[in-house]
Structure formats: structure tokens, C-alpha cells
């Protein structure tokens, strides 16, 4: 007999061609919830190695990927929130033309976007330590921009109350 897998629930939009331009509000977080990536203190987060090459791999991805602008992004223990914006049918911003000599350009889309990164971040360290999915928000307007930028920027200092946030064991 063959065991049933459980049913995923959709986690994107139907119908949404997530490859054109546009902001989009990107979540992904670290395997088991594990706080791998450092710890918050005094409201900031102090970056471990793992912590690092993330932030590494953020700013790696507008140079690789020329249609991707990484807007704002904060690294939290163990889980990270970047906004995104997809550019221009052609992939290219004006004056990052291609040459013919480099690699073939990248699928342009948020799902290879956030994969290309997940691996680089893996080859680098040597490991995966990514949940499998991620989650993404099409940001439809400036209010909520504005919001999910404020959201960013205080998200280390409400730490406790985030929904990510494990509670220390005390022994």
C-alpha cells in the first residue's frame, strides 16, 4: 500500500504571475525554528557566522539576479524578512546590460529568486538550514509599504512578542 502525503495548502496567489514587476514582502525562516542566525540584544540583533553570510547573500542577489532590488531586509534569529522588487520585462536595469560572454540570464521570478539565494546560502555553509517553503506578499500599495518597512525596522526590538519567537527553557 501506498501511504497518502498530507495536502499542502496554497500558499500562493491563483492566477498571479509572480515573475512580473512589482513589490513583493518575503518571509523565510530556518528549519525547526532553530535561532541559528544569532541573537537579539538591547533590541538589536548581533549576527553570528551563520548570521552573516546571510546578510552576505542578500547583498549578492542584485548582482546575480539584475532584475531583483533587495529594498529593506532584516535577519532575525531564525528567520529572515526581505522586500523585494522585480524589474523590467527584460530582466536588465539600464546600464547592467549583460555580456555575451556571461552566464544565460536567470529566470526571472520571486520563487527563483528566493531558491537561488537558499542555495548560495547553503553551499556557503555547507548545509541546508532552510524550512522548505517560504512566504511571500504582493505589496499593492503605499500604505502598505510603508507599513511592512515600519514592520522591518521594529522587528528586532518586538522579538518576544514575534510569532517566531521560542521561549527559553530556564534549567
Known sequence: MQKE???RKK???DGYDYSQAGYYFVTICV?????ILGE??????ILN??????TQEIQNIPVIRKECFVIKFV???NHIHLIVQLVGDDGNRPGTERRADCHPPLRKSVSNMVQGFKGAVTRQIGFSIWQRSFHDHIIRNEAEYRR??????ENPARWVEDRHYVKKQRR
Open 5 to 7: 502525503l498530507p495536502v
Open 11 to 13: 500558499i500562493r496567489l
Open 31 to 35: 528549519k525547526g525554528g532553530h535561532e
Open 40 to 45: 537579539i540584544t538591547n533590541d538589536q540583533i
Open 49 to 54: 557566522e551563520y548570521g552573516l553570510v546571510v
Open 75 to 77: 535577519i532575525m534569529p
Open 148 to 153: 511592512i518597512c515600519q514592520y522591518i525596522d
